[in-house]
Nanobody, 125 residues
Framework: QVQLVESGGGLVQAGGSLRLSCAAS?????????MGWFRQAPGKEREFVAT????????YYADSVKGRGTISRNNAKKTVYLQMESLKPEDTAVYYC?????????????????WGQGTQVTVSS
């Protein structure tokens, strides 16, 4: 099991950028986990945003953030990042990071084993 803590959320104007971080801790070997970012807007279901494989070689993005979002990881720091550019009001949501013990990148929520508590991102128009 790995514990995850997100940070970097906040209030930003439309067109701005943010970098979210997700720090992992625990006895599990972070470098073997696939990692993902999901988000949940008020009144909506949680949705996939981005994912990265354990070895940093494979990434996938939701169409809604493709070209604006970049997921990356630093296994030495046990941290995964989500850089978001050209933010839009519709990006407003609580952003969650998640860990998949299988190590593969996944767009499917139930394939993830551990979740953080989330960080709020609010984009004003």
């Amino acid at each position: 099991q790995v514990q995850l803590v997100e940070s970097g959320g906040g209030l930003v104007q439309a067109g701005g950028s943010l970098r979210l971080s997700c720090a992992a801790s625990g006895r599990a070997l972070f470098s073997t986990y696939g990692m993902g970012w999901f988000r949940q807007a008020p009144g909506k279901e949680r949705e996939f945003v981005a994912t990265i494989s354990w070895d940093d070689r494979t990434t996938y993005y939701a169409d809604s953030v493709k070209g604006r979002g970049t997921i990356s990881r630093n296994n030495a720091k046990k941290t995964v990042y989500l850089q978001m550019e050209s933010l839009k009001p519709e990006d407003t949501a609580v952003y969650y990071c998640a860990a998949d013990r299988q190590g593969v990148p996944s767009t499917v929520m139930y394939e993830y084993d551990d979740w953080g508590q989330g960080t709020q991102v609010t984009v004003s128009s």
